[in-house]
């Protein structure tokens, strides 16, 4: 489903991202654990477009997609859950999510993809005349996963999507990410809660500086006396 190849990205001089490789198949959920600085948001940011690679090549179901824009990489069946959530505050529920399907020309299917979300998130249809500013942060973290599940996508990214959140929020939150990949898309997790995210992880990839350092069954490295040690506070 995605493939990243050797990609090298630099912020002025300094080199952020060092050579990195790594792949996501078709219905896994693979989770890119690191501490803060090590580059994962950076990754994400490039592999949709938002960063040029200085050097390396990026593949969407072998499509070559290194340099074509964000807006067209997401009509391709990628859609990424930004940190930070980045609703449009002042616009209610309702009108972020359409704005999620702002590709789609099939008014059926964007139907459809509402009575998903809305399946997946009651709460947002509860709200949905709502102003999406004056949610609460786990409503909020609910719906910039909706409107990014309104493109129906392939591929979803995901930055930090358990940030600020109480711990049962973050349950809630992690269990809707199984039932998303459940349905069939494929999910790429970067989170700072490593033990939550390698929980659900089919495989994941650590990254320390810019470099993928170790990866593996998640599962495996959930119990790994380094990862634990690193990134699990054990």
């Known amino acids: 489903m995605l493939r990243v190849e050797n990609v090298e990205v630099y912020y002025g001089v300094i080199k952020a991202i060092k050579g990195v490789s790594f792949e996501v198949n078709q219905g896994e959920i693979i989770a890119l654990i690191g501490s803060n600085g090590a580059g994962k948001t950076t990754i994400l940011h490039t592999i949709t477009g938002l960063i040029s690679p200085k050097s390396g090549s990026i593949y969407l179901e072998d499509t070559d997609i290194t340099k074509i824009p964000a807006h067209k990489i997401v009509s391709m069946g990628m859609a990424h859950v930004p940190e930070g959530r980045r609703i449009f ?4 529920v309702y009108e972020n999510l359409q704005l999620g399907a702002f590709i789609m020309k099939d008014k059926k299917q964007i139907e459809k993809n509402l009575e998903y979300v809305y399946k997946h998130f009651p709460r947002l249809k509860e709200r949905k005349n709502q102003i999406a500013g004056t949610l609460s942060g786990g409503e909020q973290q609910m719906l ?21 959140l109480s711990p049962i929020l973050v349950s809630e939150i992690f269990q809707i990410i199984k039932e998303v990949s459940a349905d069939g898309t494929t999910v790429l997790l970067v989170d ?43």
């Open 89 to 92: 505050q002042e616009l209610t």
């Open 144 to 164: 910039a996963m909706g409107r990014a599940l309104m493109s129906n996508p392939k591929i979803l990214l995901m930055d930090e999507p358990s940030m600020g």
């Open 192 to 234: 700072h809660n490593a033990k939550k995210a390698l929980s659900i992880a089919d495989r994941a990839y650590v990254l320390e500086t810019g470099k993928i350092v170790l990866s593996g069954d998640a599962k495996e490295l959930l119990n790994d006396e380094s990862v634990k040690k690193a990134y699990l506070g054990e």
